[in-house]
């Protein structure tokens, strides 16, 4: 079996029909028996951020979409950190997913704390600690 990646695009285009004639190769393209794709977490982060700033959707609707577009088998990411910052991100309204990302792979490298000047992170992340 290969492993080949995907950019944010196609990630975008496999998480929701942006209404292009993207979406359809994009989702066969993952739907290709002999290969999985590998996506890095920016590219997940930016997916996140495109689908909040680009297209205006609700965070709700941008955490059940990537959730959805995850959960293809041929996708290949470091799951389980994404899915404690989806989980984050949807508990505290007031974090960025970005935030919940990094904070998410402090804990689970075993690097932290997560040292920022976020104070909004720094309360509500028991991995990231104030600068002070």
Not at 19 to 26: E, I, K, L, R, S
Not at 93 to 117: I, M, N, R, V, Y
Request: proline share 3%; with cysteine.
């Amino acid at each position: 079996m290969r492993v080949e990646s995907i950019d944010t695009n196609v990630l975008v285009r496999a998480a929701i029909d942006v209404g292009d004639d993207q979406t359809m190769p994009a989702r066969a393209l993952l739907a290709e028996p002999e290969c999985m794709f590998s996506v890095s977490l920016v590219s997940i982060a930016e997916c996140m951020h495109v689908m909040v700033r680009h297209y205006g959707m609700s965070r709700s609707d941008s955490i059940s979409s990537l959730r959805r577009a995850l959960s293809v088998q041929s996708i290949v990411c470091q799951r389980d950190i994404v899915l404690a910052a989806l989980d984050m991100f949807e508990a505290h309204l007031k974090l960025s997913f970005e935030d919940c990302l990094a904070a998410e792979q402090a804990s689970a490298g075993g690097a932290t704390p997560l040292w920022t000047f976020d104070a909004k992170l720094a309360k509500q992340h028991p991995a990231a600690k104030l600068v002070a």
